[in-house]
């Protein structure tokens, strides 16, 4: 039987590798986007995946989206809370409203887009609940206060629903993504990616498919045991 995925933020960048990997799997899909009409338009004429849009950051929108999801895909089986957003600044720059829109895109975003989907889970018994957090959120980062507090938060989501799910035939799994080459990282001044660059012992930055194959195997019926995990795909620029 064909699982059926949500995955936020999932028409571009990493979020669009892993809508396309899990149709490959053979799920039916729903990818949100936020506010890229455009690329969302784009991205349903060459997949064919449906797309959806609402800001994750608002709890209202996102329960309503997901409730029009289900009715279109039917239950939600596999939800990849994958939306993000970056304000970077020194600490001593970073204003008020750069830490609340990444908190409430990041972290409040990840609560919005699980906690609708969840009661279903548990009635159901089986879910698959892969947040994507960062290596940002293991390390820490220069001008990333805000984005590795909401990163090592989404963690503490993971850990805790791992608890809360198992018996129900809930996993909550994340993966940290390193630095990836996506707009998000592109936009970091090319002198800073070079020398990030210049720490990851592979020699490259890391491939949005690269971050699709850990969801894959995450989201799989087989992969019941893996539960509470991070997988850090970095290119060994950090170990945990
Ligand atoms: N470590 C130490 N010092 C650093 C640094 C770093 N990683 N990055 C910048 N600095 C230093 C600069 O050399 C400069 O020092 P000097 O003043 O002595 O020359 C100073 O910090 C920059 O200060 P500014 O006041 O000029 O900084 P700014 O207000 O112009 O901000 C910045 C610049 C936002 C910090 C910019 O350098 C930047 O974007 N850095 C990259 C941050 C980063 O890595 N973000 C990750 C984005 S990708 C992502 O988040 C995806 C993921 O999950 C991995």
């Not at 455009?38 to 950051?57: H, P, Q, R, S």
Request: glycine share 12%; with cysteine.
């Amino acid at each position: 039987m064909a699982r059926t995925a949500l995955v936020t933020g999932g028409t571009r960048g990493i979020g669009a590798a892993i809508s396309k990997q899990l149709k490959e799997d053979g799920c039916n899909v729903a990818a949100t986007y936020a506010g890229n009409d455009e690329a969302a338009k784009k991205f349903t004429d060459e997949t064919g995946i449906a797309t959806y849009k609402w800001n994750v950051a608002d709890y209202d929108e996102s329960s309503a989206g997901i409730a029009r999801v289900e009715a279109d895909l039917g239950p939600i089986d596999i939800v990849v809370a994958n939306a993000g957003i970056t304000r970077d600044a020194p600490f001593h720059k970073m204003t008020p409203e750069q830490w609340h829109q990444v908190v409430d895109t990041n972290l409040t975003g990840v609560f919005n887009t699980i906690h609708p989907v969840w009661p279903g889970m548990r009635e159901r018994k089986f879910g698959r609940v892969i947040v994507i957090s960062s290596i940002n959120g293991q390390k820490g980062q220069f001008a990333q206060v805000n984005y590795a507090a909401t990163k090592a938060g989404d963690l503490g989501i993971v850990k805790s629903l791992a608890q809360e799910g198992a018996r129900a035939g809930i996993t909550a799994n994340a993966v940290c993504p390193g630095y990836i080459a996506t707009e998000m990282v592109m936009a970091v001044p090319e002198k800073v990616r070079e020398a990030i660059i210049g720490q990851i012992p592979t020699g490259r930055l890391g491939e949005p498919e690269e971050i699709a194959r850990c969801v894959s195997f995450l989201a799989a019926d087989g992969s019941g045991f893996v539960n509470g995990s991070t997988i850090s795909a970095n290119g060994g620029q950090f170990f945990v």
